[in-house]
């Protein structure tokens, strides 16, 4: 089976930093991808993990543990815009992306 | 713009009508999904062309459900004999082929389905 479990929801500030967990269990692994998406709006493509480690992109960073079935994309000076759904998702080798339920972030003044 | 575009934005239908989704991807890419995301829940993989073969389809796809993508350019979704829990947004994504650690998937904004 697949499993791959997000927190629901999460509060934070304008200008501060916050990271949102994933972890994962799946048939098989070929990359984890995040991505945003406004309510009513595609899915955004934000960052890319296959191997261990950090991957870095402006505000936005990603990582993973391959070892440990984890990612986390981590957010820095936190903008009002980025209140939105952040979905992880798993490829899991068969050319589909199986997502997470996503996480609500709520961005407060 | 020369994002994934889908049609109609809306859809609205009594429940046992067919209905009829269209998806054009980006224009070079040869690779094309339909997703089906419900509210509150990550999209759901349905099934995915290379050009104009269909190379997987979801096991949790009923026959209802019927995907084509003719000259491996752009793609329909038919659902016939619609039922409530078909009510959805319907998503469809496209890529490049190759090495999918540089060819993320590109979402369209979707089609929503709203059975009566």
């Known amino acids: 089976g697949q499993n791959i479990d997000q927190p629901t929801e999460m509060t934070a500030t304008e200008g501060a930093i916050v990271q949102i967990n994933c972890t994962y269990q799946t048939s098989g692994f070929n990359g984890l991808f995040w991505y945003q998406q406004h309510a009513g709006e595609a899915p955004t493509f934000l960052s890319y993990n296959v191997l261990d480690g950090l991957e870095e992109k402006g505000r936005f960073s990603s990582f993973l543990s391959r070892s440990k079935g984890y990612s986390y994309l981590l957010l820095k000076e936190l903008q009002m815009k980025d209140s939105a759904s952040y979905l992880c998702a798993v490829n899991t080798g068969f050319q589909k992306l199986v997502f997470g339920t996503g996480t609500r972030l709520l961005v407060s003044p | 713009d020369t994002g994934v575009s889908q049609n109609p934005r809306h859809k609205i239908t009594k429940r046992g009508q067919n209905v009829t989704f269209r998806c054009d991807p980006i224009?070079?890419?040869?690779?094309l999904y339909w997703y089906r995301q419900t509210l509150g829940q990550g999209p759901e993989f349905l099934t995915y062309?290379?050009?104009?073969?269909?190379?997987?389809k979801s096991r949790l796809l009923s026959d209802r459900f019927s995907a084509e993508r003719p000259k491996g350019s752009f793609s329909t979704l038919e659902i016939q004999r619609t039922e409530q829990g078909d009510s959805a947004m319907y998503l469809c994504?496209?890529?490049?082929?190759?090495?999918?650690?540089?060819?993320?998937?590109?979402f369209g904004d979707g089609t929503r389905l709203s059975i009566l």
């Open positions: 994504a496209s890529s490049l082929e190759g090495d999918f650690s540089n060819q993320p998937q590109h």
């Open positions: 224009s070079e890419h040869n690779r």
């Open positions: 062309f290379q050009n104009e073969a269909q190379l997987e």
